[in-house]
C-alpha cells in the first residue's frame, strides 16, 4: 500500500506534468532536423493547445489538481513551438508527401476531405494561426472577466469549458488515424510519441482513479476514450509502419489484376482465321 501511496501522490504526478515534453521533444527535434513536417498532421497542435488553453480558464471554477493545470501550462508552450517549426518546414502540396502536413488532405482516394469554413487550419500563410490563437486568448479572458462575478452564471460556464476542452482532448489521435488510413503508412509521425501517448494513458488512468486530490468526472471519461484511440493508432503503426507494407500490398494486388487480365485474354475465344480452321479440320 506504501508503494501505491507513493506512486499516486509522487510520482504520477511528475510523469503528468514533464509528459508534454516527453511526448513531443523527439517529434519536434525530428522535424528540426529533417527539416520536414510531412506525415505530421497539424490538427495536433491545433487540438492540443485548444484543450490546454480551455483547460487552464477552467480551473478557477473547478479546481482540480495543481498537477493538471502545470502540465497545461507545459502543454500550450511545447505545442507553440511544435506548430512553429512544423508550419516553417511544412512541403509544398506539389512536393512529394507535402500534402501529408495538410489535416484530412490525400493524394489519391479524398473520402475522408471535410471543406473547412475559410479553409480553417489549412491556411498556406503562417499568420492566420497565431491570429486564431490570440483571439482565442483574448475572447476567453473577456468571458472570465465578465462572468466571473455572477456565481451560478460562472458555475455553468465553467463546466461548459472543462466539458469542450477535454473532449477536444479526447479526439486528439483522431486526425493521425485518418491520415495513416488514407496513406497505408505512419511515415513522419514519431513512434516515440504513440509510445509516450500510450505510458501517458496508462499512468493518468492509474492516477485519476487511485489519486485523493480532485479529479472531476470528466477527466476520466475523456481519458478512457483517448486511451483507446491512442492503442488504435498504435495498433496502426505495428500494421502499416512506414508503408512500406501498404506499398507491397498495392504492388501485388495491381500485379494480380495484370496476370487476371492477361490470362482472359489468353482463355478467350480465338478469332476465326484460315489457319485456325485448318487446324480445327485436322483434329476432327
Known sequence: MGLVSFITGFVA???IIISPITSYADQTYSMHRTKSSAGFSLDIPLI?????????????????????????FIMIVIQLVLLKIALDHRPSPSSKGGEAAIPFAGTRDREFDIPRPYNFWQWRSHKPYWQFL????????????????????????????????????????????????KSRSCKGFRVSVIANWIAG???????????????????????IFQMCCDLFLGGQYFVYGDGEVGKMVKEHAQGLGMEMRMNGHANGPRARTPAGEKDSYLEN
Open 13 to 15: 504526478p511528475i510523469f
Open 134 to 181: 490570440l483571439y482565442l486568448f483574448i475572447t476567453l479572458v473577456a468571458l472570465e472577466l465578465l462572468i466571473s462575478p455572477i456565481p451560478t452564471l460562472y458555475a455553468l460556464y465553467s463546466a461548459g469549458l472543462g466539458a469542450i476542452g477535454l473532449t477536444v482532448e479526447a479526439t486528439l489521435p483522431l486526425p493521425q488515424i485518418l491520415s495513416n488510413y
Open 48 to 72: 492540443m493547445l485548444v484543450a490546454s488553453i480551455l483547460k487552464v480558464f477552467y480551473y478557477p471554477g473547478a479546481r482540480f489538481d495543481t498537477a493538471l493545470l502545470i502540465q497545461a
Open 201 to 223: 494513458d496508462i499512468m493518468k488512468m492509474f492516477w485519476f482513479f487511485t489519486a485523493t486530490s480532485e479529479i472531476p468526472w470528466t477527466f476520466k471519461l475523456c481519458g
